[in-house]
């Protein structure tokens, strides 16, 4: 590790070891040496001598150095270090690149006979059949030559033996099915290189993809060759596709010839397929993210008058957002090639560390900057995609990290403000048990993402899995109604049976169903039967009902069984086949109601009662059908057993009971403040003896409360005293 200027660290697992030298230069010359030494040490070389074993594999496929031991695992090659660091520019949807001596996991005995059977003579007579003696390489070229010579190469193709089929989609596709059911590697290596897609349709329902077509041929190896390549290959233009950036004009008749030209305005991504000038060393790092774009969009009225469709609107679009801070639109003419184009592209600029991420059916996939866990000092690079409405990570160099579900999130908050556009504050997206910090390299794409996460952390429709829900899988609409009535209307009379007022019901259902995360109900602000009646609405409005429309019939139908037992099975087994949702607000809906009716002394509200206003609301019936009573009045009566509670829980649940009780009863009583609550305070350090407990209201405000520490410690505050009071989240970070 590099320290200063001249010195180095040297970590072994015992002791560091630190160097200093007389120079920058000779630091640099023994940092490198070291470093060479550690590789060798810690290679294996006996993959590089069974790939070397094929004479045309013994020098570099692309500069002709002597014992290449680097290779492209896509493309088949084998390469030397300086063509592989070059290699390394163009990006992983070009060519993934790998050492024959220490990446030793990938080298599987499949992709070794690979490297046998294609391997730089066959992959040479394919990429490098027409190289004009002025533009090839040698040992001695500089990395400029080499990177001009490999961009020409293998991504824009200018070498290459055309195929015959080349420009004709649908054969191409049609001979790729055809070879990978053979033994030529060759064939499917021009095929899949001039364009065609490498998950074509087979048109075979048992085989649908060129993948299946060769495992079912027993062609191990051209799977092996396939799945290398699984990121790369063409793009499919079957469908055609028309291109709209911002400013530019949409006419149907020319889509076409548009679509092209502005393709051609990304740089690199697209120039193997559209072989046209880039300006060189424009690599696919300048590609910041893509995304779907679900809204559509309609064309402006000026656009709209030259086009004689009207008031034109294009349901299916994505976006380009690359590092100049420009954006592109991008319409096509069917879902399916909105997608299939959104993949492509995210395939040739994702850094090979996310590769995992491709796979997934992703709305939107970039790179961003973040700091989360306890890193919080710098920002890392890392890989994001949003998918329906869990938020995926990957950081190159760590671990797979589980996604981000954004309905259970407990908090989103975002800063705004753009210094010129760069960087900027953070956005903050602060979830239960971990918090996340998200920044953007550009404004676009940054508002962009900000907009789409707090999307898919909303509830998405009015099924109960739609909606934003708590760490336990309850919907957070729910928890929060269940959570006020709990705390102030358990001994309210009438409670559920009651109507509220129907203004008020449907403002404040409305209000959860947009975010209820940012919803407090509050004593005073809402009324107990208001909040009452928003639940029944809820449950009774709900798309497929609590019970699911599915299994709805058989609830009611196990009320007619006799034998008790036999009967809370049935509920216990239908219990079982609820989706996981719908189980566990069941439950927190049943636990609830078992809660009030202990109250029944007070509030009227006895099970029975109770199961009379439920029963219609959660099976959404008129009422007319006794049976749906009946469901919920054995659910309630029955609550310990059917739902497994068992004796510390119960206990649990007591005492929050008895604590809510005692808190309310010396409201009424006037000695002390509903929200009252107990507070551990530390003067100074954090250590027993510092210790005070105080009692905290609602209003007092961090002044007041250390001047009352300071006052029990009689702690005479001097002139130049200041003193300050944290609140400390062990929890948390901070
Ligand atoms: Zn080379």
Redesign the pocket.
Known sequence: KEVDRRGFDLTTPYRIFSFSADSEQEKEEWVEAMQQCIAEALSNSEVAERIWAVESNRF??????PK?DWASINLCVV??????GEHRGLGPGITKVRSLKMDRKVWTEELIQLFHHIGNAVANRFWAANVPPSEA?A?P?SSQE?RRFLIAKYREGKYRRYHPLFGNQEELDRALCAAVTTSDLAETQALLFCGAAVTCATGDPQCPTPLALAEKSGQRLQMEFLLHNKTSGGCSLRDGGFLLCPGGKLTPGSRHSQFYRQLRAIPGCFSRYFPARWPHGVGPRALLGVSCFNHGFASSPRQAASSPAGDERIENTFEVYIESERLYLFGLESPDAAREWLKSIAKSFVHPCAEELLALDFQRIGRLHYKGGLNLERAEEGWFALASSALHVCVPGSERQEPLQLRKLQELSMQWGFRGGRGGPPAEARLVGRTLYIQGERKLDFLGWVQAIQKAAGSAGDTLSEQQLTESDIPLLVDRCIDYITQCGLTSEGIYRKSGQNSKTTSLLEMLRRDARSVRLKEGEHQVDDVANTLKRFFRDLGDGLFTGRWGPDWLWATALEDEEEKIGEYRRLLGTLPTVNRATLKALINHLFRVQLFSGENQMNTHNLAIVFGPTLFQTDGKDYKAGRVVEDLISHYVKIFNVNDQEMKKQQDEIMAIMKMREAASSGTQQAGDFICTVYLEEKKTEAEQHIKVSATMTAEELTFEILDRRKIVMKEKDYWSCFEVNEREEA
Do not use: L, Y
Request: proline share 12%.
């Open positions: 570099c496929a692309d500069c002709g150095s290449p390469i030397c270090k300086r063509c592989a390489i040992p070229s080499r």
